[in-house]
């Protein structure tokens, strides 16, 4: 069942309740909804979930006259409806219309996991970030996940620590990202454009602001993106560059934090594309030059409690690492 977009946002106003309730605020997030779904899974969410609406609204209607009813019809000697109503309507009905409803869960469960995957990502969480691995062309970037359009990703999950729960609401259900134990969530993108997607289980610390961005391109596009995120950056002539780089080399940065061909740690996300990303700090900020100084002075002021101490570098020392990381694209 497919509902035109203007019926959804006129008509059905518990939804619109929904919308309201779940996205005040941000004009710009009702379309994060899953109530616009942009994916084949997330298009059976979707229509479950107005099934259900439908459904059960109908029942909570009917349900709600035979309480006024109740409440307003003066009792009788012989009830007009007998036990045998009470029976049928009170437990034969509901059992079928829950039972239906469970059969019709369950198969659209089913149908998605079943769906042949032709390309692989793996994403590993960590206090509070994702690690995203493209093992069949050796990328590494962090969250931030590209994809090609209308091909099944595959998406292999596991945590470094808690439990985390990976979510791209326009795209497909949940999963949990579990320690020790991969996972499995499988997603397609009917057309390009950014979505995003969140963690949804309560891992403590900044667990609100663990996000991440899921980047869908036309196949050229992603081709393009997988030859430039597989070339390494290249070395700095610039002499304010090349200042940053040392500041990153000799200030602490490479202690957690990778850069393909200068430093290996994977404590923190990697950094090789860092001026191409989206945000900053799992999906906090943007990633503009002022957020990027302000988050490399004082990670703490903008996500609290995340892993990244502050840094003590100079005016001069902190602008050139900021110009450095920004032209890692
Ligand atoms: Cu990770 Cu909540």
């Given at each position: 069942?497919?509902?035109?977009?203007?019926?959804?946002?006129?008509?059905?106003?518990?939804?619109?309740?929904?919308?309201?309730?779940?996205?005040?605020?941000?004009?710009?997030?009702?379309?994060?909804?899953?109530?616009?779904?942009?994916?084949?899974?997330?298009?059976?969410?979707?229509?479950?979930?107005?099934?259900?609406l439908v459904v059960y609204?109908?029942?909570?209607?009917?349900?709600?006259?035979?309480?006024?009813?109740?409440?307003?019809?003066?009792?009788?000697?012989?009830?007009?409806?007998?036990?045998?109503?009470?029976?049928?309507?009170?437990?034969?009905?509901?059992?079928?219309?829950?039972?239906?409803?469970?059969?019709?869960?369950?198969?659209?469960?089913?149908?998605?996991?079943?769906?042949?995957?032709?390309?692989?990502?793996?994403?590993?969480?960590?206090?509070?970030?994702?690690?995203?691995?493209?093992?069949?062309?050796?990328?590494?970037?962090?969250?931030?996940?590209?994809?090609?359009?209308?091909?099944?990703?595959?998406?292999?999950?596991?945590?470094?620590?808690?439990?985390?729960?990976?979510?791209?609401?326009?795209?497909?259900?949940?999963?949990?990202?579990?320690?020790?134990?991969?996972?499995?969530?499988?997603?397609?993108?009917?057309?390009?454009?950014?979505?995003?997607?969140?963690?949804?289980?309560?891992?403590?610390?900044?667990?609100?602001?663990?996000?991440?961005?899921?980047?869908?391109?036309?196949?050229?596009?992603?081709?393009?993106?997988?030859?430039?995120?597989?070339?390494?950056?290249?070395?700095?002539?610039?002499?304010?560059?090349?200042?940053?780089?040392?500041?990153?080399?000799?200030?602490?940065?490479?202690?957690?934090?990778?850069?393909?061909?200068?430093?290996?740690?994977?404590?923190g996300p990697d950094l090789?594309?860092?001026?191409?990303?989206?945000?900053?700090?799992?999906?906090?900020?943007?990633?503009?030059?002022?957020?990027?100084?302000?988050?490399?002075?004082?990670?703490?002021?903008?996500?609290?409690?995340?892993?990244?101490?502050?840094?003590?570098?100079?005016?001069?020392?902190?602008?050139?690492?900021?110009?450095?990381?920004?032209?890692?694209?």
């Amino acid at each position: 069942m497919t509902l035109p977009a203007d019926t959804r946002d006129s008509v059905l106003f518990p939804a619109i309740i929904f919308n309201l309730v779940l996205f005040a605020g941000d004009a710009h997030a009702e379309r994060e909804s899953m109530l616009y779904p942009a994916g084949p899974a997330a298009e059976q969410i979707a229509n479950i979930w107005w099934e259900m609406l439908v459904v059960y609204g109908i029942v909570f209607v009917i349900t709600m006259v035979f309480v006024v009813l109740a409440l307003v019809v003066r009792r009788r000697e012989h009830p007009v409806l007998g036990s045998r109503f009470v029976f049928i309507s009170g437990i034969g009905i509901p059992t079928v219309i829950l039972v239906v409803m469970l059969i019709s869960s369950i198969h659209s469960t089913v149908e998605m996991g079943k769906v042949p995957a032709d390309f692989h990502i793996k994403v590993d969480s960590h206090h509070w970030w994702f690690a995203v691995t493209y093992p069949d062309h050796g990328i590494v970037d962090a969250n931030e996940i590209h994809i090609p359009v209308k091909r099944v990703v595959k998406f292999e999950l596991l945590s470094h620590g808690v439990v985390h729960s990976f979510w791209v609401p326009r795209l497909g259900g949940k999963r949990d990202m579990l320690p020790d134990h991969p996972t499995e969530l499988r997603l397609a993108a009917d057309k390009p454009g950014v979505y995003r997607g969140t963690c949804t289980e309560y891992c403590a610390g900044p667990h609100a602001l663990m996000a991440f961005r899921l980047i869908a391109h036309e196949p050229e596009e992603f081709d393009k993106w997988l030859v430039r995120q597989s070339r390494p950056p290249p070395v700095p002539t610039d002499p304010q560059l090349r200042q940053g780089r040392d500041v990153f080399l000799e200030q602490g940065c490479a202690a957690c934090h990778a850069i393909t061909g200068i430093s290996e740690s994977d404590t923190g996300p990697d950094l090789t594309h860092l001026g191409s990303r989206i945000t900053l700090g799992a999906g906090t900020v943007d990633n503009t030059k002022g957020n990027l100084s302000g988050w490399i002075a004082n990670p703490q002021s903008i996500k609290p409690r995340n892993m990244m101490p502050p840094s003590y570098l100079s005016p001069n020392d902190l602008h050139a690492v900021v110009e450095y990381l920004r032209s890692l694209q």
